[in-house]
Structures are given as C-alpha cells and as structure tokens.
C-alpha cells in the first residue's frame, strides 16, 4: 500500500490567498483525521471524519478553514482566505477503526507570505 | 512581537546505550495511549501502545510503561542507534473517542 498520499508537499502562497490541501487515506481506513504542526503550538487536531461523515470540528481555528469528504478516497481542507498565522505543517492521518494506530501522510508544508 | 516556540526537551545518548523517554499526560479518563516518532520533515510513525488494563508493554528494541496513579507513560528504547534520532509523541485517548491529544514531544539525538 502506498501509504497516506497528500498534495501538494509544499505550498506558498500570498496572504489573502485561497489554499486547497488534498488527501487520500489508505484504502479500507474508515477514520481521517487533520492535523496542524508549528513550533508554537505543536501538533494539533483540526478535524476527523468517520465513515466520511465529519464527527468533530472543534479544533478548526475558525471559518475560514473548511474540510470535506466527499468519498472514502478523498479529503480536503481549505483556507480562504489565507493568513501568515496559518503557515504550519499540515498532516493528514487515516486509522482502520477507532481508536487505534493513526497513520500519517508525509504533509504539506504551508508558508503564507 | 518575537514569538516564543515550544521548549523541545531533548535527550541525548550515546549509541548503544539504552533511552527513557517520559511522559505525563493531563486526562485521568484516558486508556489508551499510543508513542508515535518523528523524523525530520516526515509525519509521526506509530511505535507501540498500550491500553489501560496494562502496567507494560514490549515490543521490538521497546517497552512502553504506564503508571495511571501518577499519570505517567515512558518508552524505554534499548540499545539506541542512530537511525532512532527523532522527536518522540506520547498520544492519549479516551476510549470510545476517536480522538488523540498529542504530547509536545522529546527530541533524541543519539551519538555515535
């Protein structure tokens, strides 16, 4: 298996800037999970899906990030409009039940100039 | 105005000597805990959990300790080599909650 796949692996962008990160898990995984990592803050969940279903948002900083799951094959999370705090790196983790190993994508490196 | 990082703590040994790695965790409701690495510039890497019902854990060159009085975790790694140089997660979650609250992480640098 080809592991968690996420696109870009890095992204600059102007402030102001919409931004679309992609995900696709590993096929079978019912669980999703996005992460943000800075120094500042560490690691950090966003958001996760379950069966594609979003179960908990409480961790998006604000609207103007947005996550969607259209199929169990495809995630995004979108910043419009992009801010410079928003430079982090950005992972994407997939797990075959809950709770259980999470297995992570190899990120995107968000800079917002 | 200057932003202030995460302290990392970082441990440092020498090659073939063995590492402990600690962890406290903050939720007394939490039963399962997993110890995650992290190389530079990859995503974190499981290693090995252990649930609630269990004081120790040993796989492969690791053992993971879980004291739930003092809400303790540790990941012994014996024999460190090189190639374990990373940031170590220790993961908590509460069961039936697919959630995961990550630790800050320790740095190993392991000399040669």
């Known amino acids: 298996d080809a592991g968690v796949i996420q696109s870009p692996r890095h992204e600059v962008t102007e402030m102001g800037q919409e931004v679309t990160l992609r995900c696709k898990p590993i096929?079978?995984?019912?669980?999703l999970f996005w992460y943000r990592q800075t120094m500042m803050r560490g690691l950090e969940l966003l958001i996760y899906?379950?069966?594609?279903?979003?179960?908990?948002d409480s961790g998006m900083p604000e609207d103007r990030f947005s996550a969607k799951m259209p199929n169990a094959s495809f995630s995004t999370l979108k910043i419009q409009p992009s801010e410079p705090r928003d430079s982090a790196v950005y992972f994407c983790?997939?797990?075959?039940?809950?709770?259980?190993?999470?297995?992570f994508g190899p990120g995107t490196r968000l800079t917002v100039t | 105005g200057e932003s202030v990082g995460l302290h990392l703590p970082t441990l440092s040994v020498q090659e073939g000597d063995n590492s402990i790695i600690n962890c406290a965790y903050s939720?007394?409701?939490?039963?399962?805990f997993i110890w995650y690495k992290q190389e530079s510039g990859k995503g974190p890497q499981f290693i090995i959990d252990?649930?609630?019902?269990?004081d120790k854990r040993q796989g492969q060159r690791v053992t993971v300790l879980l004291n739930k009085t003092v809400k303790h975790l540790s990941l012994q790694i014996a024999a460190t080599q090189p190639g374990d140089s990373a940031v170590y997660f220790c993961?908590?979650?509460?069961?039936?909650?697919?959630?995961?609250?990550f630790g800050s992480g320790t740095k190993l640098n392991v000399k040669p």
């Open positions: 983790a997939s797990s075959l039940r809950p709770p259980g190993e999470q297995y």
């Open positions: 096929s079978g995984h019912n669980s």
């Open positions: 899906f379950n069966n594609n279903v979003p179960i908990d």
């Open positions: 939720n007394s409701a939490s039963d399962y």
């Open positions: 252990i649930r609630s019902n269990m």
């Open positions: 993961a908590e979650n509460v069961y039936n909650f697919n959630k995961f609250y």
